[in-house]
């Protein structure tokens, strides 16, 4: 056993975290709903209740700094056992603010995603010259193949991003986000201690002592959320840990299979929904409601149900990467690489991606979105021109809508349900059939303020078709470049129309 697992200051890193994030987390709610950094829902979240506080992720990370803090200054005497090895803990310190200050920002203002980008490429850039970049894969059963200076950054700043991105986007419901990295940490932990990566294991235990006492606030029914602040910090650190645990004695990173396996549940679902959302004619990076947990949801899973058959989905996988990685016969390693697709197919199935029947769907579907894509696009530039357009009557632009949609008609409300306007379908044809499913839905308009979009379409819509008509709507008002005072006021404007 390594030196360092036999301290039991070492050890202390996991409760030091709990107590610290337990402690911090009542302290963080109190804020976030003081300053207003709270979640209200929207058309592609499943939370719909009242305002959530958001910002949790800050009592995960500031503890993670302060450990990263005290390991760059050798402050205390656990740090002695991993050696001169302080860069490491600057880099990740560093580098870990960068990314909690602009999840703080987007959480409080909303950034648009190519901010974020950019934000999460800087952080990843300053781990990337600390001299953190991937020098050389390691594939079993393969062998080793080295990677030039140049492509080694690449590489580990698209490995970086795309951790990043994936548990931002898989935190749709209580506690997944925080219990798929609590399972990562302590895999990446079992693999760090069997590749010799001291500093992943202290900064894996620690990151998953802070985890573990943020669930008890997280887990369903939830009394915060992560926000973007912990989801993108979450997958920042994984993706940096990850890097550490495949360091070498030579000092040089040869990326390890099983390092991406421990992660890939998060990195499944990312992939699935953007070639699901290419293969629907839908911008790969929009959102949805389609990822794996809202469709376990939609087959009757609870919350409670999904985030538990995910973390055992993860967990599994997670130990076969564990196996490969201590397995030293290809038919072990075999074995494992075997038992992790089983885990990944099973859970693909099991959310009904494969199905026969869909491919007759998605050429539909493709179609629809590509027009809708198009109409949300000219719809939106519509409306914002209004002030200045004198030519374009919000009565027509809502009728388009109608018309374009098959709708029979649409409204729009204030949350409290008082009507602002109302457009009916003009070309109605009598022989369509006038279905009873009336559907509602909130949108955000700039500055993160939210109304009710109430319709009925002309023929009964099944669940792609709803998803997709809803996902124009929405897109249409989020991409107007009104403020909500401006809007509402054109938006009165033609319920006078309508009235008249």
Known sequence: MPQYLQSPTVWLLFVLSFGA????????????????????????????????????????????LLICLFGA???????????????????????GGIILG???????????????????????????????????????????????????IAV??????????????????????????????????????????????????????????????NFNPARIFLGDTGSMFIGFMLANISLLSSLKASGSIIFLVPVVLILSLPLLDTSTSMI??????????????????????????????VALTLYGVAALMGTMAIVISLAQGSVWRIAGLAGYVACAMGLIWLSDYMRPTQAIQLAMSRRRNQMFTAFAKYAAIRLSS??????????????????????RWLEIRYTDGQLIARAHNDELVEQESQPDEQYSMSVHVRGQQKLILCFRPLRPLDEYARHDVQA???????QTRLSLPSLISNLQLTRQENEA
């Open 276 to 305: 699901r959302r290419y293969l629907r004619g839908r911008p790969i990076f929009s959102g949805d409601q389609n990822h794996i947990h809202h469709r376990l949801l939609r087959k009757g899973y609870s919350h409670r149900q």
């Open 102 to 152: 602009l999840g703080v920002f987007d959480d409080l203002y909303g950034l648009q995603a190519s901010s974020k980008f950019l934000g999460q490429i800087l952080a990843a850039m300053v781990i990337c010259f600390s001299g953190h970049a991937i020098r050389a894969i390691e594939i079993p059963g393969i062998g080793l193949f080295q990677l030039d200076h140049s492509v080694g």
């Open 386 to 407: 209004q002030l200045v357009d004198s030519d374009v009557s919000p009565r027509e632009i809502l009728w388009l809508m109608c018309r374009e949609l098959n709708l």
């Open 21 to 64: 994030t337990f402690l911090l987390t009542p302290l963080v709610i109190r804020l976030a709903r003081r300053i207003g950094a709270v979640d209200v829902g929207g058309h592609r979240k499943v939370y719909q209740g009242n305002p959530m506080p958001l910002l949790g992720g800050l009592a995960v990370g500031l503890p993670f």
């Open 156 to 217: 580990t700043v698209l490995w970086i991003v795309g951790v990043t991105n994936a548990f931002n986007l898989i935190d749709g419901i209580d506690g997944l986000a925080a219990g798929l990295g609590l399972i990562a940490a302590l895999g990446l932990a079992a693999v760090g201690i069997l590749t010799g990566g001291t500093v992943a294991v202290l900064l894996s235990v620690a990151l998953a002592g802070s985890l573990l006492a943020f669930l008890f606030f």
């Open 472 to 478: 124009c709507l929405g897109n249409i008002f989020e």
């Open 73 to 95: 200054l050798e402050l205390t005497g656990m740090f002695e056992l991993v050696g001169h090895k302080s860069q490491g803990f600057i880099a990740m310190g560093l580098a």
